[in-house]
């Protein structure tokens, strides 16, 4: 059985870091298309950043560009997502995502359009982030 576990939230001063990890269970990541994307209370779910398993490119929101940094570690199975820079608006749950790249009828670059919501099929239950001095 596929799964995503998230870590690495918690509570973090504005100007702090945090690396948020997605560990993956029942198949090989690199595969797969990966997403970070979070939810702030009342607000939709949002793409953050993306990494596409065709080619290994990368798609930042403008909110985020510069300060965030996706990368994939294959040997661990795992996805992270280093935050840098963290300001309060940075403050959601933040999820990882994953579609795998045999179901897509072709395959992508990372871009704006793949790095939306309805374009994974497998999500984890989210690590909170906090940013607040």
């Known amino acids: 059985q596929f799964r995503l576990v998230e870590s690495g939230g918690g509570l973090v001063q504005p100007g702090g870091s945090l690396r948020l990890s997605c560990a993956a269970a029942?198949?090989?990541?690199?595969?797969?298309?990966i997403g970070w994307f979070r939810q702030a209370p009342g607000k939709e779910r949002e793409g953050v950043s993306c990494i596409s398993s065709y080619d290994g490119s990368t798609y930042y929101a403008d909110a985020v560009k510069g300060r965030f940094t996706i990368s994939r570690d294959n040997a661990k199975n795992t996805v992270y997502l280093q935050m840098n820079s963290l300001e309060p608006e940075d403050t959601a749950v933040y999820y990882c995502a994953a579609v795998g790249s045999w179901t897509l009828h072709t395959s992508t670059t990372a871009n704006q359009a793949m790095c939306v919501p309805p374009f994974y099929d497998a999500w984890g239950q989210g690590t909170q982030v906090t940013v607040s001095s």
């Open positions: 029942g198949y090989t990541l690199d595969a797969f298309y």
